[in-house]
């Protein structure tokens, strides 16, 4: 008995490291400051328009460079929200690699591969922002809106079971090999988070596409996500739990194609 929890020790363990605690505590602020949505777009109805499908692209656009420029800072704080919980460890990775350094150095170093990582995150925002131009979601008939979700399904559903999700899955489950030797000194460091980040988004830029489909300020589809792709890369059967997201995926997309040609 005691050998089956120990494992929970340790991850419990870790989970009080101070990289890992001002991770959290930084999605925790970005979670509060998502939920209160004190950051305004031109236009925006922040009540009862922003959680809707293709509705924060829209007023995005609409607004100009200052509303791209407030969507990205506001899917920045979506970033920060989703994503930190289960980057937290990989974070705290990279800070035990540089044992050989000052500890200043660790935390500039450890500040300037979040920040890097951030950022190639935040540039992501862009992608939504280019397929509204060319499909705008929010004024899609009900109809297409319910074709453009099967496909996002289906597509889910394809890449969970690719050999290219397996291999960023098993990189954000195990980030430490890829700090093997050290990494100090600020250019490993953006390299470092640059490289965390393309895994990351190799993992999950599935899951986030069905995010976008489905209202990509919604809080409620941000936290069910942000188990899910938690769970995937901290949780001991991750791998098994990704392969099960994309099955149900599949049937989910077949299930919605169904129900829209009955």
């Known amino acids: 008995m005691i050998h089956i929890f120990r494992p929970v020790r340790a991850f419990l363990a870790r989970q009080r490291h101070p990289v890992v605690l ?72 990279y800070y035990e690699a540089n044992r050989d350094t000052t500890s200043g150095r660790r935390k500039t170093a450890v500040v300037a591969t979040m920040a890097t990582y951030t950022l190639v995150w935040v540039l992501t925002g862009l992608v939504p922002l280019g ?3 060319v499909i705008p979601i929010a004024t899609l008939t009900p109809g297409n809106w319910t074709i453009l979700l099967a496909v996002t399904l289906l597509l889910l559903s394809a890449y969970q079971l690719t050999s290219l999700k397996r291999h960023h899955l098993d990189h954000c489950r195990s980030p430490e090999r890829d700090f093997a030797g050290g990494t100090s000194g600020i ?25 976008i489909v489905v209202g990509s300020m919604n809080l409620l589809w941000m936290a069910a996500l942000t188990v899910l792709i938690s769970a995937e890369i901290l949780a001991p059967g991750g791998e098994r739990l990704a392969k099960g997201i994309g099955v149900l995926s599949g049937l989910g997309g077949i299930g919605v194609v169904i129900v829209g040609a009955m």
């Open 187 to 211: 250019p490993n460091a953006v390299r470092s988070g640059w490289r965390l980040a393309l895994d990351s988004i190799g993992c999950c830029w599935a899951l986030m596409a069905l995010m």
């Open 22 to 93: 001002f991770t959290y505590g930084l999605a925790v602020l970005a979670w509060l400051l998502l939920a209160t949505r004190s950051v305004p777009m031109p236009g925006a109805d922040m009540v009862m328009r922003i959680s809707a499908p293709g509705m924060p692209e829209a007023m995005a656009l609409s607004g100009g460079f200052l509303g791209v420029g407030l969507y990205l800072l506001v899917w920045g704080a979506m970033i920060t929200a989703m994503m930190y919980p289960s980057s937290a460890n990989a974070f705290r990775a």
């Open 131 to 133: 397929v509204a131009l």
